[in-house]
């Protein structure tokens, strides 16, 4: 069993800056756990950290119930895949993915057994006497996959492993990647700024900004219950929209008058106050009464499966987009009514950003 449990886990790197401000995961074993979040918001340091190439200054990592805080890379029993892959040119395929066990004396039976054995889970055989750049980038990150494997490690940590392939070799290696450890049901911390990959991947997701998780939770929890208004913004795509309302009788009324019945489910929440009220694009539905939501059309961009529909609304003409279902004969310069269900309404603390 491979459970992995960050406690209280903190980073002050040498400068002084506090890239991390104490976070806690419990990942279960077998579980695909992804740390998603813009640029820079400490998903690479945090990672580092569980794999022993960046000290642990507050808190402390465990891994299957045995605290590795003071145990160097090579004897935390993980391994990890790196954005560049860092594959040595100069060997072959074989030799890459044998390097790590060669180093610690395996027998040489034992070794062709693994490598040959990943070799055929990753579809490599036939290229195991090439060298890394007679290979596609596809291939490449097979092999540092395959690198990763043979090792059996409880753990694997992956850092953006996908983003130096072309999209379309982005969504296939995804679900390649998403099957093998499904497969081998290794305990995995995957690292990515991209939501979609987060979302498709993984069991659970973390979800960071600025050094704090901000939320932890399945795609569809986090999707549908955004703890935070960063959260409800970083997932989805096209954002989540954000208009200003006050709580009035039981509804949102937006700055120009406009009233959205919330239906009891602005509980909490008191008479007068003004809340963040986010709708996602795919949540409004064309229609609603001549009182309801307008959107002066700016923009209508034609996806084939849908079309995003860009414009304003509300007296303070709020940017605002919206999709719709299918091809829709629309163009700029009209008016576009609109209709949102009570359960698609999210509302947040204007100051704290916070669920309401
Ligand atoms: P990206 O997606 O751009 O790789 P990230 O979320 O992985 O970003 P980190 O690389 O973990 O972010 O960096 C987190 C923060 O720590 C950043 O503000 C970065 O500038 C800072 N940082 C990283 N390494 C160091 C270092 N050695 N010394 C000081 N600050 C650092």
């Given at each position: 069993?491979?459970?992995?449990?960050?406690?209280?886990?903190?980073?002050?790197?040498?400068?002084?800056?506090?890239?991390?401000?104490?976070?806690?995961?419990?990942?279960?074993?077998?579980?695909?756990?992804?740390?998603?979040?813009?640029?820079?918001?400490?998903?690479?340091?945090?990672?580092?950290?569980?794999?022993?190439?960046?000290?642990?200054?507050?808190?402390?990592?465990?891994?299957?119930?045995?605290?590795?805080?003071?145990?160097?890379?090579?004897?935390?029993?993980?391994?990890?895949?790196?954005?560049?892959?860092?594959?040595?040119?100069?060997?072959?395929?074989?030799?890459?993915?044998?390097?790590?066990?060669?180093?610690?004396?395996?027998?040489?039976?034992?070794?062709?057994?693994?490598?040959?054995?990943?070799?055929?889970?990753?579809?490599?055989?036939?290229?195991?006497?090439?060298?890394?750049?007679?290979?596609?980038?596809?291939?490449?990150?097979?092999?540092?996959?395959?690198?990763?494997?043979?090792?059996?490690?409880?753990?694997?940590?992956?850092?953006?492993?996908?983003?130096?392939?072309?999209?379309?070799?982005?969504?296939?290696?995804?679900?390649?990647?998403?099957?093998?450890?499904?497969?081998?049901?290794?305990?995995?911390?995957?690292?990515?700024?991209?939501?979609?990959?987060?979302?498709?991947?993984?069991?659970?997701?973390?979800?960071?900004?600025?050094?704090?998780?901000?939320?932890?939770?399945?795609?569809?929890?986090?999707?549908?219950?955004p703890?935070?208004k960063?959260?409800a913004a970083?997932?989805g795509s096209p954002s989540m929209n954000f208009m200003e309302a006050?709580?009035?009788?039981?509804?949102a009324?937006l700055?120009?008058?406009?009233?959205l019945?919330?239906?009891?489910?602005?509980?909490?929440?008191?008479?007068?106050?003004?809340?963040s009220l986010g709708i996602r694009p795919e949540h409004f539905?064309?229609?609603?009464?001549?009182?309801?939501l307008?959107l002066?059309?700016?923009?209508?961009?034609?996806?084939?499966?849908?079309?995003l529909v860009h414009g304003h609304t509300g007296?303070k003409n709020a940017l605002t987009t919206v999709r719709?279902?299918?091809?829709?004969?629309?163009?700029?310069?009209?008016?576009l009514?609109l209709?949102a269900?009570?359960?698609n309404l999210h509302l947040f603390?204007?100051?704290?950003?916070?669920?309401?």
């Amino acid at each position: 069993m491979a459970e992995v449990t960050l406690k209280s886990i903190e980073k002050t790197y040498p400068n002084g800056f506090k890239a991390i401000h104490g976070i806690d995961i419990d990942i279960d074993d077998g579980e695909f756990i992804a740390l998603v979040g813009p640029s820079g918001c400490g998903k690479s340091t945090l990672l580092r950290m569980v794999a022993g190439l960046e000290s642990i200054t507050g808190g402390a990592v465990s891994i299957s119930g045995r605290e590795v805080n003071g145990l160097e890379p090579a004897d935390r029993d993980i391994a990890m895949v790196f954005q560049n892959y860092a594959l040595y040119p100069h060997m072959t395929v074989f030799n890459n993915m044998a390097y790590g066990l060669k180093n610690r004396r395996m027998a040489k039976d034992e070794i062709d057994s693994r490598v040959r054995k990943a070799a055929d889970i990753l579809e490599l055989a036939p290229l195991l006497e090439r060298r890394p750049q007679q290979l596609s980038g596809g291939q490449r990150q097979r092999v540092a996959m395959g690198r990763a494997i043979v090792r059996e490690p409880s753990v694997f940590l992956f850092d953006e492993p996908l983003s130096n392939l072309d999209a379309k070799l982005r969504v296939q290696m995804r679900v390649e990647v998403k099957k093998l450890q499904r497969q081998l049901g290794t305990t995995s911390l995957y690292v990515t700024h991209d939501q979609v990959e987060a979302m498709t991947m993984a069991d659970r997701l973390v979800v960071m900004n600025a050094g704090v998780a901000e939320q932890i939770g399945t795609p569809i929890e986090v999707y549908d219950r955004p703890a935070t208004k960063f959260v409800a913004a970083f997932i989805g795509s096209p954002s989540m929209n954000f208009m200003e309302a006050r709580i009035e009788g039981g509804e949102a009324v937006l700055d120009d008058g406009v009233k959205l019945p919330l239906n009891g489910s602005a509980q909490g929440v008191s008479e007068g106050q003004t809340v963040s009220l986010g709708i996602r694009p795919e949540h409004f539905e064309p229609g609603g009464d001549a009182h309801g939501l307008e959107l002066k059309i700016d923009l209508v961009e034609h996806l084939g499966a849908d079309t995003l529909v860009h414009g304003h609304t509300g007296g303070k003409n709020a940017l605002t987009t919206v999709r719709l279902s299918g091809h829709q004969h629309l163009a700029p310069g009209e008016t576009l009514h609109l209709a949102a269900a009570p359960e698609n309404l999210h509302l947040f603390d204007p100051e704290s950003g916070k669920r309401l």
